[in-house]
Nanobody
Framework: QVQLVESGGGLVQAGDSLRLSCAAS????????MGWFRQAPGLEREFVAAIAWINTYYADSVKGRFTISRDNANNAVYLQMNSLKPEDTAIYYC???????????WGQGTQVTVSS
């Protein structure tokens, strides 16, 4: 089993930056891909970014503004979010799995609120 704990969320203004962190523990050797998803009130959870080995993937809505990175030595993944917009407001979830798009472990989420 893998446990994921997110941190770094908060309340910011439009144009500001935030860096989310996700710490993994447990059977971390089973993790190949890690990703970030988000869910805004009344909407379905959506993909934000993923990293598998050295490859990164982004939703069109965050390309050029968000950067995902991974620290394998510390079993952590990060999401640097720049030029935040009010529409980025959501609960952000960290996910991990043995393959890209096969996320079987999820964190509890961290709230990001962007005011206009």
């Amino acid at each position: 089993q893998v446990q994921l704990v997110e941190s770094g969320g908060g309340l910011v203004q439009a144009g500001d930056s935030l860096r989310l962190s996700c710490a993994a523990s447990g059977r971390t050797a089973s993790i190949y891909a890690m990703g970030w998803f988000r869910q805004a009130p009344g909407l379905e959870r959506e993909f934000v970014a993923a990293i598998a080995w050295i490859n990164t993937y982004y939703a069109d809505s965050v390309k050029g503004r968000f950067t995902i990175s991974r620290d394998n030595a510390n079993n952590a993944v990060y999401l640097q979010m720049n030029s935040l917009k009010p529409e980025d407001t959501a609960i952000y979830y960290c996910a991990a799995g043995p393959r890209l798009n096969d996320y079987i472990n999820w964190g509890q989420g961290t709230q990001v609120t962007v005011s206009s």
